[in-house]
């Protein structure tokens, strides 16, 4: 089949996931074309060496030229099946096509609007699992759902854990600052560790608060390297990463970004917690003292672990080709 797989752009956990997925569709013999935009771009520009079409889409906002880039998109590629990582638009621009489609996705939604468009998928995949899913259910998606589990690139290593603590935000926006600034002052104190900080660009802004405790980098490849040999982890609860932490059996405290800037961090956050996997903090509450506070409480208890073994991939991948019979009738 002629597969088109739409990589969310706003983060690198999207392009990640759909680099394993398409390469496990390649293997199995289907022609494969990614597409995507922002830092998910940058990502696989660097490491998918695939057919890859930059979408030339800023991370947020103008509906129009999104729909019209996706409209040239779905004309130049002509698939015979869509796999639609969390971008939305593309669900109805498949359905007037009469292309079967598959919606990736690690929250859901039962607001109006939101579950509009969900329903218009054939069949949704969720990269979680369900003991402890905080989102709604919709009764009205609810059979076109599978839990596949976390699609993770996860090798397994040998924890030999350094005197080093990791804060990062990921892809990082100006939203990031503070956080960063409150982490940095919050651990400095603090001469047992030695603290890396990836920021990516933001790290310039940052670079007032260091000393000789604290190291800037911006590679984002250096990041699971580092962090796996490290004691603690300080992120802002992107999805993949919480997973990636609780595969590599790294602790792990989660401070979400507001609702206004990302709704879906802070159950994630949740989720995870009440999995055993990572603390958690409010940024409301961030200070100086209660990330202290818990960065004490997370190395001195012991975290649950995810055994990673590569069946949520294979979940996925049969997610996806469950819907090549309706290809062919």
Known sequence: ????????????????????????????????????????????????DGRL??????????????????????RDVAPELVVSDEELLALPIAVSQGIPVCFV????????EMLGYLRMADSIAV??????WLFPIPDAIREKIRFVGPVLDISPIERNPSDQIVVTAGSP???????????????????????????????????RLKDDSVRFVLDQTTFLNEAASSRLVICRGG????????ALGIPGIAIPRPADVNPYNAVYARQMAARN???????????????????ESALGRPFAS????????????????DLSPSIAQ
């Not at 996705?105 to 109006?112: E, F, G, I, K, S």
């Open 306 to 321: 995810y055994r990673h073994t590569g069946e949520s991939l294979e979940r996925l991948l049969e997610a996806v080709l």
């Open 127 to 132: 990269v979680d699992m369900e003991d402890h």
């Open 105 to 112: 996705t690690n929250w859901l939604d039962d607001n109006r």
């Open 239 to 246: 999805h993949t990463t919480l997973w990636e932490l609780a």
């Open 1 to 48: 089949m002629n597969i088109l797989l739409i990589s969310r752009g706003n983060g690198f956990g999207h392009a990640r996931r759909d680099m394993l997925l398409a390469r496990a569709l390649q293997r199995a013999g289907h022609e494969v074309t990614m597409a995507s935009y922002a830092s998910a771009l940058a990502l696989l520009k660097n490491f998918y």
């Open 173 to 207: 926006t100006i939203a990031d600052a503070r956080f960063f600034a409150k982490a940095i002052q919050a651990l400095k104190p603090d001469r047992r560790y030695r603290k890396l900080i990836y920021g990516g660009t933001l790290t310039r802004s940052l670079e």
């Open 277 to 295: 996997d990572i603390e958690w903090l409010d940024e409301s509450e961030l200070t100086e003292e209660t990330l202290a506070l818990k960065v």
């Open 53 to 74: 079409i930059d979408l030339g889409l800023p991370a947020f906002g103008n509906e129009a030229e999104r729909v019209r880039k996706l409209l040239d998109l779905f």
